[in-house]
């Protein structure tokens, strides 16, 4: 048996009676424990001991409390001691008695904190309580205490490193379950009783008290700190609510960690289980050198408890174990910084002029030139001369750069301050007998001061020479405002005469930029959801998971999750395809062989649990291997232009002499293994006689260069060489500059071969859904080199793309093209559905997203594409070979990983189009239209025809990027059968075309909805689905795979483009989206306080055009406008000034007229919409002619026969509603009208002849009913 310890006491205080233990056991024998783990010793220096004992009631005697535990403390160098049933009333003076004790005893650093129960003001006897005493230096770590309300736990904040630390809770939980019967002075009683004058109705104590805690354990692990609880749970640790608790917040049983449980005695004499704890989470554990339970009486007192204990290593347990978050890149000066951009320029200028970097890049251009060419030997001048010219750039911009501590300081009083610090490091060096450093000699030089002999100057001297520089320092600051005042002068006259303006325009300028600067970054603090840089992921603890219906099995692959398809009764392919898996998927069990993957226990319930993964070393390991997977999943997947039989198309990355036959009409695909529809595809890259004579430079002009440049925002993130765009439009404002650097970043793409630093590329994480940060759904966006984007984007934006449209792309593909944005392409998708209701015809929609898109893209395939539209062979092969040869780092809130990944000989190929290269929407945009091209040609979708025939418009689908709706009607039976036969083909044909070029549906996204209609007394009623429940859409991919497609009812919308589109013109889900974020963002606005100037900016800029931006093509009521009022008026009012009781017409009119021009809801919708229409008959393209189409449909409903639109005084709300009869409406409530020349309008036959339904329509008292039958 071990040792009794020279500090154990005696029998405890003997004044407890049975009537007032919560526990009912306590006179029964006890029986001895014996010492559990470590054994515990002198504290050695370095660390922290913790310990933590119910000690069955503090000692008393007189008016001393606690002397016996305190003693016991001081002899066992505890550093922190928490005690579970003190059974004291902590009243004032039983505090200051305790506290007085610990004082004398820790010579004053002891830090107590206590709790009991609600007390009736007497000293003595209280069940229940806790105590927690720190002392000596650990002490002076506390930096905040608490207790429980209920007296169950008391806390201590104990400081770390860098702004994290421990939060520590001694806890009571009392034995006692909700419902119990006890007696009336038990600390269970005394709770029930306060949690009910509180409000509680069922007071349930013994788990209250694991929510109160998870309260102060929330808000402090919320900023770094580990938690540490020591806690009387009266139960074992697997009981539910202990378990939940500790999984809620990492915590396991520190005590019995790494060691053999079996072997574990009890923690209490009169039980059998451990039922004290320390608890900690993985920082805590990794700080442990000794642990354990000391054997019964071995404590700060004798108690039916024994006493645990914890050694830890204090520099572990105090570290900050994740890691600082790196501040925002900071750039060596701003473009409105004028002195010291200038200076910027001068210093690279002049470095040139010494390194003849102008000679010397003539010199490379005109070796190549005469060769044609680029050797081994000229791609490495290149790049020695290329990195020689980054340095340069970064050294000039280093030489002009500075720390902005955020107040622009007079230059005067930077240098008192400097002046100041120089004397400091006089000082400091004479009194710790050093030379002086060389930062102090450099800042002598800078202030030309002449340091003094260090042996002829004293300590006393040193001290007056500071105090010196105080007094001027503070002269200083006296005259600062006018020598701040002057110095700005000074900025501004100099910008003046750089821009040829007035200086005092230009000191306005300044200070309406600052103040707007101002006022705009608080508005987005305000306004914009809080971000956070990447500082954790999570990652999930599994691999397989099986959906709830057993149709696909997901396997977890590095990252991202792959879907296996059942082929029988828990069999499944091993062939699987990416796709986000739902929610309520199980984890199960799987035995994996070469053909089939065999699911053990298909009837789990198990769900899926997810660590935080914090470690900057572990996320950027899981983000690697996340990202490399998910690039190599086309070829994995084995997508068509992936496989060997395609490779000597892409040969040469694109640009081999096979290229050519192709462009030229020429190849012979019937020698290669290829389908019938890739065929297809390469025959349509022939080029026309047009696009032949279409020609590219391959020399980026300097013009193009200082234009690209110029209108680049300076604060787009680029460059992981740190040459920013600032740097860059710096530079492009001097034409010498522009001139070599245009030349220069012109050769690599010019003759064919990749620059090294254009190869490193930086993968940034985003959340696709704010506040998710699982691994398998975020998107990467890249960092590339700024002046390689430059070129891509002269490349594509003034060529490539503009042939491209002259040659015509596809009219039914928007997005990445001028005037077709996304408001267009819902238009166009809300007139199909007006035109089918009004026919009364069938139509469905496959709204179909691609999966990850731009990452999807082969870089060598769209070489092909590129060279169609007049690239050259050298810059699409310079372009492909470097998004190939890519080395991809990782940036977290830790900073840009050292690590790279790469495509490595042997491994799998790495695929995409990383998204932030300015190519992306270009690249996709011709890909697509080809593909849409050979969509319309080889299916059926739908037709709008007016009521003569004569002006008809045709299509299979209308594309936004990559997210597609594929249209399909029933033109020969007008049944809903042959709707979904047709929709389905539509569909399947439209995935075969896009794995043509590498691309798959995101089958979890799409759906199928449509309108059909049936005859039912006499009107027509759309079908619901009970009367075609048996149709369904089924969708194969390349390899065959079938995925069911979800149907969706009509009534309900397709969240894309910004807006709700409903089959029906169903108004209300887009509404309560627009209500919503209007509560939202008004909320913000009223918890905020703001300034005149500031509540209009937030009102104009911030919060209407966020609401309104549907209101071009949305149809809401008076009443629903509105409320949107309402809540607009209610937060911004007050903050304007503006008495909410002030007439509605002052608060609408003109300023002109005396009103204050407060926007209204109703007016901002009638002008988007009506200016919106306008535009697109005005453009008089795809739209312009649906809409014709529509109008003549409604004119034909309306059975009028003048103009609906010009002749606004008939009511047509008989019709169908939609866009036509609320433009309609709009019109008539403004007096307006539209004139459309040679729009079809019925004619009268005869003279005197009269229109049946306008007569109709102006009857007394008749009813729209009535009308419509």
């Not at 570290?319 to 004028?338: A, Q, V």
Request: hydrophobic share 35%.
């Amino acid at each position: 048996m071990q040792l009794r310890l020279p500090w154990a006491r005696g029998p405890g205080n003997p004044t407890t009676r049975e009537d007032r233990n919560d526990n009912p056991t306590e006179n029964e024998n006890l029986k001895e424990i014996p010492a559990y783990g470590d054994k515990i010793g002198p504290k050695i220096d370095g660390l922290v001991r913790i310990g933590f004992q119910n000690v069955n009631g503090i000692t008393r005697s007189n008016e001393l409390v606690g002397m016996e535990e305190l003693e016991a403390i001081r002899e066992m160098q505890f550093d922190l001691t928490g005690m579970i049933e003190t059974n004291i009333n902590w009243t004032h003076d039983a505090r200051n008695h305790f506290h007085t004790a610990a004082g004398l005893r820790f010579n004053n650093t002891a830090r107590c904190v206590m709790a009991n129960t609600k007390g009736n003001g007497e000293e003595g006897y209280l069940p229940g309580g806790t105590a927690m005493i720190s002392q000596g230096k650990f002490s002076g770590r506390v930096i905040s205490r608490g207790m429980d309300t209920l007296g169950s736990f008391t806390w201590m904040a104990i400081r770390g490193k860098k702004d994290t630390g421990l939060i520590v809770i001694t806890a009571y939980r009392v034995y006692q379950k909700a419902g119990t019967r006890s007696g009336p002075d038990t600390a269970f009683t005394r709770m029930c009783v306060q949690m009910r004058e509180e409000g509680h109705k069922n007071p349930d104590p013994r788990n209250q008290v694991l929510k109160n805690m998870s309260s102060i354990l929330d808000e402090w692990m919320g900023k770094g700190f580990h938690p540490l609880v020591m806690i009387d749970s009266n139960s074992d640790i697997t009981e539910s609510k202990l378990r939940d608790f500790n999984d809620l917040h990492g915590l396991s049983d520190l005590i019995t960690a790494s060691r053999d449980l079996t072997n574990a005695p009890p923690t209490y004499a009169r039980g059998k289980q451990r039922i004290d704890f320390i608890l900690g989470d993985e920082h805590i554990k990794r700080a442990i050198v000794n642990s354990g339970s000391l054997e019964l009486h071995d404590g700060l007192k004798a108690s039916d408890h024994t006493m645990q204990f914890l050694d830890l290593d204090e520099k572990l347990l105090l570290r900050d174990d994740s890691f600082t978050p790196m501040p925002g890149y900071h750039r060596e000066f701003r473009l409105y910084d004028t002195k010291r951009k200038t200076k910027f320029i001068e210093h690279l200028q002049e470095a040139y002029e010494r390194q003849r970097i102008a000679e010397r890049v003539d010199e490379i251009a005109q070796k190549m030139e005469e060769k044609n060419c680029a050797s081994e030997e000229d791609i490495d001048a290149y790049n020695k001369l290329d990195e020689e010219i980054a340095e340069l750039i970064r050294s000039a911009a280093a030489k002009v750069g500075r720390v902005d501590f955020g107040y622009q300081r007079s230059p005067d009083l930077c240098i008192a301050g400097k002046r100041i610090r120089m004397h400091k490091s006089i000082m400091s060096c004479i009194r710790n007998k050093i030379r002086y450093t060389e930062k102090l000699k450099n800042l002598a030089e800078e202030l030309e001061y002449e340091l003094p002999i260090q042996e002829s100057i004293t300590m006393k001297q040193a001290l007056t020479n500071i105090c010196e520089a105080w007094k001027a320092k503070r002269i200083i600051e006296k005259e600062d405002g006018e020598r701040r005042a002057k110095w700005l002068d000074e900025i501004c006259r100099d910008i003046a005469r750089e821009t040829g303006s007035d200086a005092d325009k230009v000191y306005k300028r300044m200070i309406q930029c600052a103040l707007s600067k101002g006022v705009f970054k608080r508005l987005k603090s305000i306004l914009k959801r809080e971000w956070s840089a990447l500082d954790y992921i999570e990652v999930p603890n599994e691999i397989w998971y099986l959906d709830k219906n057993g149709d696909e099995l997901y396997e977890f692959d590095n990252g991202i999750f792959v879907a296996h398809s059942r082929f029988e009764e828990n069999l499944y392919e091993t062939y699987g395809s990416i796709k986000v898996p739902p929610k309520d998927v199980v984890v199960v069990e799987v035995e994996t062989s070469d053909d089939v993957i065999h699911v053990k226990n298909p009837e789990s319930i198990q769900q899926w649990t997810w660590t935080k993964v914090t470690k900057p070393e572990e996320m950027e390991e899981w983000l690697m291997r996340r990202n490399k997977r998910h690039l190599q999943q086309m070829y994995i997947e084995q997508s068509p232009p992936t496989t060997e039989e395609f490779d000597p198309i892409l040969a040469d990355h694109g640009t081999s002499s096979i290229t050519d036959e192709i462009l030229n009409g020429t190849a012979d695909l019937d020698r290669f293994d290829l389908s019938k529809e890739m065929k297809l595809l390469l025959r349509s890259l022939q080029q026309t006689p047009e696009e032949k004579e279409m020609h590219i430079p391959g020399r980026m002009p300097r013009e193009a260069f200082q234009e690209v440049m110029k209108i680049q925002n300076e604060n787009t993130s680029s460059s992981p060489s740190a040459l920013h765009y600032t740097l860059w439009k710096a530079i492009a404002e001097v034409d010498d500059l522009a001139e070599i650097h245009a030349l220069w970043v012109s050769i690599p793409f010019m003759y064919g071969f990749i620059c090294e630093r254009h190869k490193r590329e930086i993968d940034c994480m985003l959340e696709k859904k704010p506040g998710v940060r699982q691994i398998h759904i975020m998107r990467i966006i890249g960092l590339m080199e700024a002046c390689w984007n430059a070129y891509l984007k002269w490349a594509y934006n003034k060529h490539v793309m503009p042939n491209a449209e002259k040659s015509g792309l596809s009219s039914n593909q928007w997005g990445g093209r001028r005037g077709r944005g996304a408001i267009a392409c819902a238009m166009r998708k809300l007139m199909t559905w007006e035109y089918f209701r009004f026919v009364k015809e069938t139509v469905l929609a496959f709204p179909g997203d691609l999966q990850a898109n731009f990452d999807r893209m082969i870089p060598s395939f769209n070489s092909i594409f590129s060279m169609k539209y007049g690239m050259t062979r050298n810059a699409a092969r310079c372009r492909a070979a470097t998004v190939e040869a890519f080395e991809r780092n990782i940036r977290t809130a830790a900073g840009t990983s050292e690590r790279a990944y790469r495509h490595e000989d042997g491994e799998i190929k790495l695929g995409g189009e990383i998204q932030g290269k300015p190519d992306n929407m270009q690249l996709w945009a011709m890909e697509s239209s080809i593909l849409l091209k050979l969509h319309e040609d080889h299916c059926y979708g739908v037709e709008l025809k007016d009521p003569t025939g004569t002006m008809s418009s045709k299509r299979t689908g209308d594309a936004y990027v990559d997210d597609k709706d594929t249209w399909a009607s029933a033109p020969e039976t007008n049944t809903i059968e042959e709707g979904v036969e047709n929709i389905q083909t539509n569909a399947q044909f439209w995935a075969i075309l896009i794995t043509l070029v590498g691309q798959a549906f995101a089958f979890h996204k799409c759906f199928w909805q449509g309108l059909c209609w049936m005859a039912l007394g006499g009107y027509y009623v759309i079908k619901t689905r009970d009367k075609f429940e048996d149709l369904e859409v089924w969708i194969r991919d390349h390899r065959g795979k079938a995925t069911k497609i979800k149907y969706r009812h009509h009534d309900k919308p397709n969240d894309g483009l910004g807006l709700r589109l409903c089959p029906t013109a169903n108004q209300k889900p887009e509404y309560e989206k627009r209500l919503e974020q209007t509560k939202t963002l008004t909320s913000k606005i009223k918890g905020t306080s703001f300034k005149i100037g500031e509540a209009w900016t937030a009102l104009k800029v911030c919060v209407l055009p966020a609401v309104t931006y549907p209101f071009a093509l949305t149809r809401f009521s008076k009443r629903q406008l509105g409320r949107l009022n309402t809540l607009v008026e209610e937060a911004f009012l007050p903050k304007l000034g503006i008495n909410r009781k002030m007439s509605r017409k002052v608060l609408r009119a003109p300023i002109e007229l005396g009103g204050i021009a407060l926007p209204n809801m109703q007016t901002i919708q009638d002008q988007k919409g009506i200016v919106n229409v306008m535009r697109q008959l005005q453009l008089g393209k795809e739209n312009a002619t649906d809409f014709r189409i529509l109008l003549a449909q409604a004119q034909l409903d309306s059975g009028l026969v003048h103009p609906i639109l010009d002749k606004t005084d008939t009511d047509i709300s008989y019709i169908e509603p939609g866009m036509i009869v609320h433009l309609h409406e709009r019109l008539e409530a403004l007096d307006g009208s539209i004139v459309i020349e040679n729009q079809w309008c019925p004619r009268l036959q005869r003279i005197h002849d009269e229109s049946i339904m306008e007569k109709i329509c102006k009857l007394p008292d008749v009813r729209l009913r009535e009308i419509q039958h």
